[in-house]
């Protein structure tokens, strides 16, 4: 899903199948990015939204997400979406200026209304 304004992308969203197997297959991982001129505008949270609907739609029980320690901005927009942190992965992104972060695991169950 992109948000597309005259003619140029100012962010998107993304949801994706954990793996297509029997076990597995009622998760799925959503990922988001935007321009930083649209950051604080609530485009972000119109896309999360949109992806949240969709994955409800697709019949996903579970969306899961991994976000750098740091992100402290996007740790609140997804536990306002009801996200909630399950697990850490110690360094687990390396930064373009190479320190490392580590990701926190977050999941929001999809058939708990």
């Given at each position: ?27 799925a991982?959503?990922g ?82």
């Amino acid at each position: 899903i992109s948000a597309v304004q005259d003619g140029r992308v100012l962010g998107n969203v993304g949801i994706y199948c954990v793996a297509d197997r029997a076990k597995t297959r009622h998760r799925a991982s959503v990922g988001i990015g935007l321009r930083r001129e649209v950051w604080g505008k609530g485009l972000a949270s119109l896309l999360m939204d949109e992806a949240i609907a969709a994955a409800k739609r697709m019949g996903f029980v579970q969306l899961e997400l991994d976000v750098c320690a740091e992100n402290e901005r996007a740790q609140a927009l997804y536990r306002k979406k009801g996200f909630v942190e399950f697990g850490r992965i110690p360094r687990g992104f390396r930064m373009s200026d190479g320190h490392w972060c580590d990701l926190i695991q977050m999941a929001l169950p999809l058939d708990a209304e």
